[in-house]
């Protein structure tokens, strides 16, 4: 069965400092790899996909992925965090066979001013 | 930007009565889903939905738990006899379809079900 571990629950930053959120998965299939976002509030909202091609990947906000495949890793990077990036993060991965989303546990950011 | 709405917000019941959570997904998507996220953990996949059948289902997803698309735009969740433990946000999605390219869900709001 296919699992995703994100390795930080909560991280403090101060802005401008550089952020890497942990992903590792398990999964047998074709991987198909997803971060959302979750700010205070609001909706789960897609951050970045990776299906194929460039294992780096940009998404919006300036945040951008690199997907490892050596690691089973997919971390999710930013060089310099804002206050408003303040947030919860989910690293999915897809199941074709089963056309769902297995998320791993999210990490809180919290980006001080 | 078409959202996925859900309703209620917010739904308190009493253990074993039944509820019902109303999502509407994006118009022009084909496949629908349910999440919930029991509070401290991690979202977990319910069920998905397309062309009036259940297509996959976890097992969290028994006999007490139904989805239907009752008309062209509203995609409901109930649960029969509603237990402690089935406190938690219920996340509805939907996607336009399965493949790599078009299969990114959108998610509602959530419903916040506690259960007394």
């Known amino acids: 069965a296919q699992s995703v571990s994100q390795h930080n629950h909560h991280v403090i930053l101060s802005e401008a400092a550089s952020l890497e959120l942990g992903c590792n998965y398990s999964y047998g299939g074709t991987v198909n790899l997803f971060w959302y976002v979750q700010y205070p509030g609001q909706h789960l909202q897609l951050l970045l996909k990776?299906?194929?091609?460039?294992?780096l990947v940009k998404g919006i906000k300036g945040f951008e992925a690199e997907f490892i495949k050596s690691k089973f890793s997919f971390n999710l990077r930013k060089p310099s965090v804002q206050w408003s990036d303040t947030a919860e993060y989910f690293c999915a991965v897809y199941n074709n066979a089963g056309n769902m989303l297995t998320f791993g546990g999210g990490t809180r950011l919290m980006v001080k001013p | 930007e078409p959202e996925v709405t859900q309703t209620p917000s917010h739904q308190v019941t009493q253990m074993g009565q039944e509820v019902i959570l109303r999502c509407v997904p994006i118009?022009?998507?084909?496949?629908f889903y349910w999440y919930r996220q029991i509070l401290g953990q991690k979202v977990e996949f319910l069920v998905s939905?397309?062309?009036?059948?259940?297509?996959?289902k976890s097992e969290i997803f028994d006999d007490q738990f139904s989805v239907e698309r009752p008309d062209g735009s509203n995609f409901t969740l109930k649960i029969r006899s509603t237990k402690l433990e089935d406190s938690a946000m219920y996340f509805c999605?939907?996607?336009?379809?399965?493949?790599?390219?078009?299969?990114?869900?959108?998610f509602g709001p959530g419903t916040r079900l506690t259960v007394l």
């Open positions: 990776y299906f194929s091609g460039d294992p």
């Open positions: 999605a939907s996607s336009k379809g399965t493949s790599v390219t078009n299969n990114e869900q959108f």
């Open positions: 118009s022009n998507h084909l496949y």
């Open positions: 939905f397309y062309n009036n059948e259940i297509s996959e």
